[in-house]
């Protein structure tokens, strides 16, 4: 996307790229899922991490990522298209821990051995429910060019934004899987535009980088 310059442009446009690209490698502090930051009234610790994540004697532990809240367990209407290789399933992997907040069912001061009363409800813009057939598909096996030939193989490596240089599988993959951490950087580490964020829109690199159109 950046064009080579001669000459001393090069050597200059090169420390814009390299320090624009490092400003946008932030943390969770101060995030969209940093709730003290939001002055959310429920939050009554102060601790960011603990309201998903918990080091030691998790209350409802999901079997992965020291999890402290919930799981859900609606039943979602999935996408489905015939231009798919192959269907998406109902919601797995990390999609369902994401999935237990976005959903509206639990509550989302409901962590450890708290029962909370504050859940995302149909106004709220982060508020997905269980309708997913208008949503991008998840818990389906990333296709190969073999299966899908306008699908960019996973070893593919990014181009743009902070994950440059790594490849989908690594960078964007749950277990050969497109999940929600697909798309979205829930920890706000490597975030690149708005809503939390892997890839920005801008120019529609977010999609590009799997889809070749």
């Not at 969770?28 to 960011?48: E, L, N, P």
């Not at 996408?79 to 509550?107: E, F, K, Q, R």
Request: aromatic share 8%; charged share 10%.
């Amino acid at each position: 996307m950046f064009k080579k310059l001669a000459g001393g442009f090069a050597v200059i446009a090169a420390g814009l790229f390299w320090s624009g690209w490092a400003m946008a490698q932030t943390t969770i502090v101060g995030s969209a899922h940093d709730f003290q930051s939001a002055g959310t009234a429920w939050v009554t610790t102060d601790q960011i991490c603990i309201v998903c994540h918990a080091p030691h004697n998790n209350a409802n532990a999901a079997g992965e990522m020291l999890w402290n809240r919930g799981v859900t367990t609606a039943t979602f209407t999935n996408y489905s298209s015939s231009s798919m290789s192959s269907n998406p399933t109902d919601p797995a992997g990390t999609s369902v821990l994401c999935l237990s907040c976005h959903d509206g069912t639990i509550a989302i001061d409901s962590y450890g051995n708290l029962t909370g009363a504050n859940s995302l409800g149909t106004g709220d813009p982060a508020y997905v429910g269980f309708d997913l057939s208008n949503d991008h598909p998840i818990s389906f096996t990333y296709p190969t060019t073999g299966q899908d030939p306008e699908i960019k193989p996973s070893s593919s490596t990014i181009t743009v934004g902070p994950l440059t240089g790594q490849t989908i599988a690594n960078a964007l993959l749950d277990g050969g899987e497109i999940q929600c951490q697909s798309c979205h950087d829930v920890h706000n580490t490597n975030t690149d535009g708005p809503s939390l964020l892997a890839i920005r829109v801008s120019g529609s690199d977010l999609c590009l980088t799997c889809h070749s159109k």
